[in-house]
């Protein structure tokens, strides 16, 4: 079975600073992928990066990448130079098959 | 590009009741997966269908079905509606059932069922 874990229920951060979202894995699975959502209030699941798990460089996207260490079973989602929309909560989820796992979240308060 | 739809938005129920949710998938995808989140929760895969089939169900009762249309929309459908299913149901597509994790799910905005 797969698992992910987010300790962090809440993190704060100021605005145009950087942020690390943690997330650790557990699976048997040798091939898998790695996902963030961000989920606003409105609800809707919003893909931010993909990390599969024989990449060798860490995945970028835009403000976001992902430090992915393969051998410690971590992801963790950096957002650089923080914007008030990013303020929401955010899932990192693991896939195999396609089926997603997720996490519980942590939810992100970005400040003036 | 059209990304995932889904209807209703709201819905409000009573216990005991039946309810059908509906979801289209984004433009040239042809797999939808289900999954409910509760408050304060990460979202829980239902199931999945590609080819108008069941490929994969979490672990969730009969009482949770589903189907397939052959234009790729699908509908989730929950007999006999119990408090606990009050939940965000997300639907989400993705280009095709290879088997491959690198296949990126796209969700929609959810509907938000009540249950009282």
């Known amino acids: 079975a797969q698992k992910i874990t987010q300790t962090q229920p809440g993190m704060f951060v100021q605005e145009k600073e950087a942020v690390t979202l943690d997330c650790t894995y557990d699976?048997?699975?040798?091939?898998?992928?790695l996902f963030w959502y961000k989920q606003p209030s409105s609800g809707e699941m919003i893909f931010l990066i993909y990390q599969g798990s024989y990449d060798q460089q860490n995945a970028t996207e835009g403000r976001y990448s992902l430090n992915f260490q393969k051998a410690r079973k971590s992801a963790n989602l950096v957002i650089s130079a923080s914007q008030l929309g990013d303020s929401a909560m955010y899932f990192c989820?693991?896939?195999?098959?396609?089926?997603?796992?997720f996490g519980t979240g942590t939810r992100l308060l970005v400040s003036p | 590009d059209a990304g995932v739809t889904q209807s209703p938005t709201h819905l409000i129920k009573t216990r005991g009741q039946q309810v059908t949710l509906r979801c289209s998938p984004k433009s040239g995808h042809d797999t939808v997966s289900w999954y409910q989140q509760a408050l304060g929760q990460g979202p829980q895969f239902i199931f999945q269908?590609?080819?108008?089939?069941?490929?994969q169900r979490g672990n969730f009762p009969d009482r949770f079905s589903g189907h397939q249309f052959p234009n790729y929309s699908s509908e989730l459908n929950v007999n006999a509606l119990l408090l606990g299913d009050s939940a965000l149901y997300l639907c989400a597509s993705s280009p095709g059932w290879a088997g491959a994790h690198q296949e990126t799910q796209y969700f929609g905005p959810g509907t938000r069922l009540l249950v009282l």
């Open positions: 269908y590609y080819e108008e089939e069941e490929r």
């Open positions: 699976t048997s699975d040798p091939s898998y992928g």
């Open positions: 989820a693991i896939g195999g098959f396609q089926k997603l796992v």
